[in-house]
């Protein structure tokens, strides 16, 4: 049988990771400042939803561009080795924004927390009220399904051909 292992952390794996997570973390203490700064009065969970969601989609953006910018130029193969750890720090930042979304503005009534989120608003006809949060839920779901089976076990197993169909999913 094959003998599989989590991660086998190398020092260029580390060393991506960590630069990684020092840019998330980076850009979202700046977004922070900067919030604070010209809406003093805004709330820490405001600045938790609006901080994750912007570096999850500007993270994913980066992500899809990895490709197509190996093809230009090699020396951007060393972001296409470790995309994976990119692809599960974007979901990590995206759960993070939809836990907060969700008890944010769906706890504390008088429904559960997903009958609010799929019942509170059902004008899917209008476009400005448009219920996106549940978009977002099922992108939430799609990006968990990418991140769990991100890993070579999950390739090997699944098969190549079944594994990408998964993560073609990003682009529903």
């Given at each position: 049988?094959?003998?599989?292992?989590?991660?086998?952390?190398?020092?260029?794996?580390?060393?991506?990771?960590?630069y990684?997570?020092?840019?998330?973390?980076?850009?979202?203490?700046?977004?922070?400042?900067?919030?604070?700064v010209?809406?003093?009065?805004?709330?820490?969970?405001?600045?938790?939803?609006?901080?994750?969601?912007?570096?999850?989609?500007?993270?994913?953006?980066?992500?899809?561009?990895?490709?197509?910018?190996?093809?230009?130029?090699?020396?951007?193969?060393?972001?296409?080795?470790?995309?994976?750890?990119?692809?599960?720090?974007?979901?990590?930042?995206?759960?993070?924004?939809?836990?907060?979304?969700?008890?944010?503005?769906?706890?504390?009534?008088?429904?559960?927390?997903?009958?609010?989120?799929?019942?509170?608003?059902?004008?899917?006809?209008?476009?400005?009220?448009?219920?996106?949060?549940?978009?977002?839920?099922?992108?939430?779901?799609?990006?968990?399904i990418?991140?769990?089976?991100?890993?070579?076990?999950?390739?090997?197993?699944?098969?190549?051909?079944?594994?990408?169909?998964?993560?073609?999913?990003?682009?529903?």
């Amino acid at each position: 049988s094959l003998n599989y292992t989590s991660i086998l952390w190398n020092k260029q794996k580390k060393k991506y990771d960590r630069y990684l997570w020092l840019g998330i973390g980076f850009f979202i203490l700046s977004y922070a400042v900067l919030q604070l700064v010209f809406q003093p009065g805004i709330t820490i969970e405001t600045l938790i939803i609006r901080g994750t969601a912007l570096a999850a989609i500007i993270l994913l953006h980066l992500i899809l561009a990895i490709g197509p910018l190996c093809r230009i130029n090699t020396n951007y193969l060393p972001l296409l080795y470790n995309r994976r750890h990119a692809g599960v720090s974007m979901f990590v930042l995206t759960a993070v924004h939809g836990i907060f979304s969700i008890l944010q503005f769906h706890s504390l009534g008088d429904t559960g927390i997903l009958s609010s989120l799929f019942l509170s608003n059902q004008k899917y006809g209008e476009i400005s009220q448009f219920p996106f949060q549940t978009l977002g839920f099922f992108a939430l779901i799609i990006f968990f399904i990418m991140a769990a089976t991100s890993h070579d076990f999950w390739l090997k197993n699944l098969s190549p051909r079944i594994w990408k169909i998964l993560h073609m999913g990003v682009y529903f």
